[in-house]
């Protein structure tokens, strides 16, 4: 059984550790993090704080649209199904969000209600119903009627009843906006950011010596993270090429009627839909923001791939929207967006060292819920980086020899 004693004895076992940091060549940085997405961005800012000499480098800079980590808005749920671990973890996060939203002073967090609309009892509904209990999270059960009278602005005629998270456990994250501002924290607070494509270079028995970089050039560090979400697997072909696929997803914003609150945050509740699928997030400046499920896994190159909306989902968006927001079934569309998925075949991240390199860390398999656990995957990659060992369990559910290759197709 999951209760917070045992969730907090996994930080407590991170925090007790001794950091032991490798010997670093004379004028190098401690530890070089290669992406500043959700992942390293946090893992950079982290390791900076504890006093190492970081440096930051991505080939776009951070938000790129190109990211998995770009994009107006994220979301913190506890919400995993029969996942309790990562409930545990996005609890710990959404604490850590709002430390740093009071730091940063930069509104980033916007509490709300989550419903899952559903048919019926799904067996991973009836085992995330047992784990909000065991971890004392509030949450509601509301059938048809009930769900009527709460979101009047929504249709639920084929929705028997829906998990409610609140506001306790449940936010919509200003995503962009939240990256762009870790980055220039940490340098302020004395890291050294730079734009450029980096990949492994000269490596001497079991440690890699140097980055090589895009220009020609080369960089030396003590320790490095390769956190490159998509870009992962084209790094690494042979080692997580075949652990993480890498697949398109297009989201759109719908214009809500003039003057009407009712599709706007904080009243729109975000949503997942077991029904129709998809999920979306109640506007927050740029409007009604849907994301219909692609029926498929369409892969996507990260560097190449154009941004643009295919017409199958964009019709997909639009019988959503008139179905379940009916007063929204003419309102136009404001903004589409396209980005890309970086999932493991079970769903589970890489946060796990290089097995050929002892200086080599790899942070991978973000998918669609890594962006809520920035920050707690940066302390936990820092723990690592400064020898601080981990939960048996953690270390485990992270290792790269877990993942099951991704099937085909």
């Known amino acids: 059984m999951i209760n917070r004693r045992s969730l907090i004895g996994v930080s407590a076992t991170l925090a007790a550790a001794r950091p032991a940091m490798a010997a670093v060549a004379k004028g190098a940085p401690d530890v070089a993090v290669v992406g500043a997405g959700a992942f390293g961005g946090w893992a950079a800012l982290s390791l900076r704080e504890r006093g190492l000499n970081v440096v930051s480098l991505d080939a776009y800079g951070p938000a790129s649209p190109r990211a998995s980590s770009g994009g107006e808005t994220r979301s913190i749920r506890s919400g995993y199904g029969a996942e309790g671990f990562y409930s545990a973890w996005a609890m710990q996060a959404l604490a850590l969000w709002k430390r740093r939203e009071a730091e940063f002073q930069r509104p980033l967090l916007y509490p709300n209600d989550r419903i899952e609309l559903a048919d019926r009892w799904l067996p991973g509904l009836?085992?995330?119903?047992?784990?909000?209990?065991?971890?004392?999270?509030p949450f509601e059960v509301l059938p048809q009627a009930d769900l009527r009278k709460r979101y009047p602005q929504m249709a639920f005629d084929d929705v028997e009843f829906a998990f409610v998270e609140t506001s306790a456990s449940a936010a919509v994250i200003k995503a962009r906006d939240a990256m762009l501002v870790v980055s220039e924290v940490f340098q302020k607070k004395g890291g050294q950011f730079r734009i450029a494509r980096a990949q492994p270079g000269a490596a001497s028995g079991r440690r890699l010596e140097t980055l090589k970089l895009g220009d020609g050039g080369a960089l030396s560090a003590g320790q490095f993270i390769f956190a490159c979400g998509p870009w992962?697997?084209?790094?690494?072909?042979?080692?997580?090429?075949?652990k993480v696929g890498v697949y398109r997803s297009e989201y759109f914003y719908w214009g809500p009627p003039p003057g009407d609150a009712r599709f706007s945050w904080p009243n729109q509740p975000a949503w997942h839909d077991h029904v129709l699928g998809g999920y979306g997030f109640g506007s927050l400046e740029r409007g009604l923001k849907y994301s219909p499920e692609a029926g498929g896994r369409v892969t996507q190159d990260p560097d190449t791939a154009e941004r643009l909306a295919t017409d199958y989902l964009l019709k997909k968006g639009r019988d959503y929207i008139g179905h379940r927001f009916p007063d929204m079934r003419d309102a136009p569309i404001l903004e589409t967006r396209v980005c890309q998925v970086d999932n493991t075949a079970d769903t589970h991240f890489i946060l796990d060292r290089h097995p050929d390199y002892d200086n080599v860390w790899l942070a991978s398999g973000g998918g669609g819920h890594g962006f809520k656990h920035g920050p707690m995957v940066g302390e936990y990659l820092a723990d690592r980086i400064q020898g601080r060992s981990a939960d048996p369990q953690t270390e485990a559910l992270f290792r790269l020899s877990r993942r099951p290759d991704m099937k085909p197709g």
């Open 232 to 242: 992962t697997p084209k790094l690494f072909p042979a080692l997580v090429g075949p």
């Open 126 to 137: 009836i085992a995330q119903r047992k784990i909000f209990e065991d971890l004392k999270l």
